[in-house]
């Protein structure tokens, strides 16, 4: 099992990456699957399987779990790749690109119902007798998907409903009836942003967190470009907190 690494983990789901990381090392022992690393995962959002029910029947199914609970959405690839060889996420991720390059094929989602060995595809049983005669074994790997800055958020300056297609973000937050839109770079939301009640307009940086739950950065006012106004910052609304509004650009910087 193996996971494309992240650059830092926050205090607060460190416990909860820590039993996490205890139910996947559980899962190597039951059942001979790889552990290589994790990232940390948003603890609200992730629902750890019960150790004691695991077996080499129902991991691919537990996995599932713990993927689809993943804030930011990711994806279940399933391998085969040479028993006793040591691999670390890069190395698995890179080697499950250049595979799926070579013969021209989707990285395999856990999910299908064939299985892909060296380019070909089996089903799960006409692959038992391949995998046995090839030495190999079962190998997964857990990828994020892309940051999703869509949905509702509580912020500094109101609450903020953005829509997210693709890498192309749009949205209105409630100062001034602004509007905002953006790009997604990376973890990155690159925005402008315009108020047509108070005829303001400017642009920022959005940095969204680990979990996907939150995001902060500065922004800029138009009318002073060399001076950072403030720091905007939003955490996803409740369903209690949707109603609620904060304090307006034109009160003050952050």
């Known amino acids: 099992i193996a996971s494309s690494p992240v650059e830092s983990q ?8 820590k039993l996490l990381r205890v139910f996947l ?41 713990v993927v689809s609970r993943m804030p930011i959405p990711g994806r279940l690839i399933r391998l085969n790749l040479p028993k006793g060889l040591t691999w ?34 089996f089903t799960k049983d006409q692959a038992t007798p391949a995998i046995e005669a090839l030495n190999l074994r079962p190998v997964y790997v857990i990828t994020y998907g892309k940051p999703f800055f869509g949905g ?6 109101g609450k903020m409903v953005l829509q997210q297609r693709g890498n192309r973000v749009t949205g209105t937050y409630s100062t001034g009836s602004g509007i905002i839109e953006g790009v997604v770079m990376g973890t990155e939301l690159r925005v402008t942003w315009q108020e047509p009640d ?6 920022g940086s959005f940095v969204i967190s680990e979990d996907g ?42």
């Not at 090392?25 to 695991?54: F, Q, Y």
Request: aromatic share 8%; charged share 20%.
């Open 152 to 157: 509702t958020w509580q912020t500094t300056y």
């Open 198 to 203: 108070n005829g303001t307009s400017g642009f």
């Open 88 to 121: 670390t996420a890069d190395e698995l991720l890179t080697y499950a690109k250049a595979e799926a390059t070579l013969f021209r094929k989707q990285l395999q989602d856990a999910r299908s119902e064939y299985v892909d060995i060296l380019g070909q595809s």
């Open 10 to 17: 926050t205090t607060a789901n460190r416990q909860e990456l």
């Open 213 to 254: 739950m939150s995001f902060s950065g500065p922004w800029y006012n138009n009318t002073d470009l060399e001076n950072q106004a403030g720091i905007w910052t939003g955490t996803r609304a409740s369903e209690a907190q949707r109603g609620k509004t904060t304090s307006s650009k034109s009160s003050g910087t952050s």
């Open 25 to 65: 090392a559980e899962a190597t022992r039951k059942t001979g699957t790889l552990v290589v690393t994790l990232p940390s995962l948003g603890a609200e959002e992730v629902v750890i399987p019960t150790i004691e029910s695991l077996d080499t029947n129902n991991l691919e199914e537990h996995l599932r779990t």
